[in-house]
Nanobody, 130 residues
């Protein structure tokens, strides 16, 4: 029902910035949450940030809070992730995801699990050199 395409990844030095974009198409819904996950080599997929697309409510992983910002563009039907002060440990494939999250369940227990998201993009590589 929903197709997601990420873009904006690349190779940067520590301390620099990147902005990732996720373009959504298909049967999107107002109750869907949009999120960013990342997966480093040999590690499990990790939650980064999420936004309730209809309201703009956000939630961030502790590891990126204060450095990353998730935002939306309703006209373009996209969600972006502005990544500042990048660290080598931010190196990973970044995935855009979408899922239905209940309003009352907007928190870590509902947003962090990978299994709570139904749609995924193909990923975009972010590499941060030391």
């Amino acid at each position: 029902q929903v197709q997601l395409v990420e873009s904006g990844g690349g190779l940067v030095q520590a301390g620099s910035s990147l902005r990732l974009s996720c373009a959504a198409s298909g049967r999107t819904c107002s109750s869907c949450a949009m999120a960013w996950f990342r997966q480093a080599p040999g590690k499990e997929r990790e939650f980064v940030a999420a936004m309730r697309y209809s309201t703009g409510s956000t939630y961030y992983a502790d590891s990126v809070k204060g450095r990353f910002t998730i935002s939306r563009d309703n006209t373009k039907n996209t969600v972006s992730l502005q990544m500042n002060s990048l660290k080598p440990e931010d190196t990973a494939v970044y995935y855009c995801a979408a899922g239905t999250i209940r309003t009352t369940a907007w928190g870590s227990s509902s947003l962090i699990p990978v299994g709570n998201y139904d749609y995924w993009g193909q990923g975009t590589q972010v590499t941060v050199s030391s």
